[in-house]
Nanobody
Framework: EVQLVESGGGLVQAGGSLRLACAGS????????VGWFRQAPGKEREGVSC????????YYVDSVKGRFTISSDNAKNTVWLQMNSLEPEDTAIYYC??????????????????WGQGTQVTVSS
C-alpha cells in the first residue's frame, strides 16, 4: 500500500517561496507519475504540476509556469514542488498524488490511486 505524506506548507508573504515535499512509502517512486493538486476554499480541486519519476518529464498548468518547479529524488522516494513568486491566488491546501498508470499529458485530469493528506499554503498580501 502506497502512503504519501506532504510537508513544507506554511504562511508566506506574496513574492516569497516555499518548497513542498511529497514523501512516499510502501513503494519506490521510480516508475510513477506524481501530481501536485490544490484546493482553495470554495473552489474545485485543480491540478498544478506532474512529474514522471521514470524519465523526469514534467507538466505545469499555465498559472504556475515559470514560478513553480517540480522535481523528484527517487533514491529518497520524494517529489518536491519549489514554489517561487507566490501570489495570494496560490493559497490552498496542496495535495500530492501518485499512480503507475497515468499518462503525463493527462496527469491533471485523471483519477489517481494514492493521495496524501495535504499541506496548507497561505500567501498573504
Amino acid at each position: 500500500e502506497v502512503q504519501l505524506v506532504e510537508s513544507g506548507g506554511g504562511l508566506v508573504q506574496a513574492g516569497g517561496s516555499l518548497r513542498l515535499a511529497c514523501a512516499g512509502s510502501g513503494s519506490t517512486f521510480d516508475n510513477y507519475v506524481v501530481g501536485w493538486f490544490r484546493q482553495a476554499p470554495g473552489k474545485e480541486r485543480e491540478g498544478v504540476s506532474c512529474i514522471s519519476t521514470h524519465d523526469g518529464s514534467t507538466y505545469y498548468v499555465d498559472s504556475v509556469k515559470g514560478r513553480f518547479t517540480i522535481s523528484s529524488d527517487n533514491a529518497k522516494n520524494t517529489v518536491w514542488l519549489q514554489m517561487n513568486s507566490l501570489e495570494p491566488e496560490d493559497t490552498a491546501i496542496y495535495y500530492c498524488a501518485a499512480d503507475r498508470g497515468v499518462e503525463l499529458e493527462f496527469c491533471t485530469r485523471v483519477p489517481y490511486d494514492y493521495w496524501g493528506q495535504g499541506t496548507q499554503v497561505t500567501v498573504s498580501s
